[in-house]
């Protein structure tokens, strides 16, 4: 990192699948001018290229070359690979599934690093996923860790893929969305907690609205102290 970027501000809010942290982040890049990165795309993505290109989930070494290779791009809210929209095919929940297997690959994680903190660029970056203020970020100036209760989750994902016309069990959601904590909590490498400085916010109950206040007025809190001192 160049003293330079150390400068540029960033918010990481990390936290479970489907707590909405997502929307949370991409409403408070919007509100604040700032570019959004989806790190959770980035293990998505690489999943769904290691299926076309017939590699197994498991192999390590091919996955990371892979990852460090990958030909990438967001561009309004989607992401293209190869310079074709994958949009569709990475927000299924057995993409969710994958990803979160090959997360647990440490050579695959320190492949994404790079990849991840490029997206620090002026005039600030919002990012979401498991260890944004824990490895990738660990100077952000806001860390949120943001959770919802599991059943409000799958709940959630429930309405969206009903929304979309997908089919959905909610029984399913809920044992997958389980698993993926599980499995995403208990790696050895980056593993999905909560970094000592970071701000706790549940919005089981809460609006988006709600959350992205919370967010944009710690974000306010930090500038302000920093003006101070
Ligand atoms: O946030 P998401 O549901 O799109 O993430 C999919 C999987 O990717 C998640 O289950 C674990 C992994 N992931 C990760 O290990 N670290 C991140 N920073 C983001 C996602």
């Keep these: 990192m160049t003293d ?39 293990y998505r993505v690489t999943a769904l290229a ?23 791009a967001f561009r309004d809210g989607e992401c293209y690979l190869d310079g074709r929209s994958v949009g569709d095919r990475i927000r299924s929940e057995a993409a969710g599934g994958d990803a979160s297997r090959i997360a647990a690959l440490p050579a695959l994680r320190a492949a994404l690093l790079a990849r991840q903190r490029a997206f620090r660029q002026s005039p600030g970056l919002v990012t979401d996923g498991r260890d944004m203020g824990t ?3 660990p100077g952000a100036q806001v860390k949120v860790y943001l959770t919802a209760s599991v059943e409000e989750r799958a709940r959630r994902r429930y309405n969206q ?23 995403d909590a208990s790696r050895a490498t980056a593993p999905m907690r909560q970094a000592a400085d970071a701000h706790a916010l549940d919005t089981t109950g809460l609006t988006v609205g709600q959350a992205m206040d919370a967010v944009l007025g710690w974000y306010a809190q930090a500038n302000a102290k920093t003006v101070t001192e």
């Design 4 to 42: 330079a970027s150390r400068l540029i501000p960033v918010i990481t809010i990390d936290g479970p699948s489907a707590s909405g942290k997502g929307t949370v982040a991409a409403l408070v890049a919007q509100a604040l001018g700032f570019h959004y990165l989806d790190s959770g795309a980035l």
């Design 135 to 137: 490895v990738v970020f």
């Design 161 to 183: 893929l009903i929304e979309k016309g997908l089919p959905a069990n909610l029984d399913d959601l809920l044992m997958d969305l389980r698993q993926r904590d599980a499995r």
């Design 50 to 72: 290691a299926r076309d290109a017939g590699i197994s989930l498991e192999d390590e070494t091919s996955l990371s070359e892979l990852a460090a290779n990958l030909d990438l």
